[in-house]
């Protein structure tokens, strides 16, 4: 082999490591810029998670502020019905005072036998069986027995109240009371605890 072709081999095998060289340079190039792009889109997904979670932070937000909002306000109704229920149960009981004793039923239909938690009720349910039972003036009458009749629409539980109370075998009594109101008050809280409490 003259030197002239040694020369040329040894030019040959140089710049076919020189391309192999920039065959390695160039695949560097494009690992590096993969990663770069892969880098990059993992900083833009979390950015847009971060950015998604802020906003159902700030969406659902208001809503932990009702609920709290809402239990405050439910805490001071239950307060308020508990400062009020033993003036209303005194008031109910005053036999001497017939116009207190309306004011108190109609205290008590006007929205506290719907909105008085069953288990803070104690016994105001024994109260109007009584009164229901044996007031002299027809509208106390009236009143207490619709008030029972309230009672025993409202829930499970109120109704039972009334069953428990000894109203039922009165209720049937006074559907054949000249009063057709007191009538009438009387199958309405039969109704209540048939159709709430299903007990017949």
């Known amino acids: 082999m003259s030197s002239f072709d040694a020369r040329l081999l040894l030019r040959q095998a140089s710049f076919k490591k020189g391309i192999e060289a920039g065959d390695m340079q160039q695949r560097l190039r494009e690992l ?16 847009r998670s971060e950015g998604f979670l802020l906003e159902q932070q700030l969406v659902e937000q208001p809503a932990v502020v009702e609920v709290d909002l809402a239990g ?19 008031r109910l009981l005053a036999e001497a005072d017939p116009s207190g ?7 008590l239909r006007s929205g506290i036998c719907a909105e008085t938690p069953a288990g803070l009720l104690g016994d105001l349910p024994n109260c109007l069986v009584t009164l229901a039972e044996t007031a002299e003036v027809a509208e106390i009458r009236v009143e207490a027995m619709a008030a029972l009749a309230d009672l025993a629409c ?29 009538g009438q008050e009387s199958f309405r809280a039969l109704q209540g605890v048939r159709q709430t409490a299903e007990i017949f």
């Open 32 to 47: 590096a810029g993969e990663l770069w792009r892969q880098d990059h889109e993992d900083k833009l997904w979390s950015r």
């Open 72 to 90: 405050e306000a439910d805490a001071m109704m239950v307060e308020d019905l508990l400062s009020q229920l033993p003036r209303v149960r005194s």
């Open 101 to 107: 004793q309306l004011d108190a039923l109609r205290l």
């Open 154 to 182: 409202s829930s499970v539980e109120k109704a039972l109240l009334v069953a428990e109370s000894g109203a039922l075998p009165l209720c049937v009594r006074l559907l054949q009371s000249s009063d057709e109101a007191l």
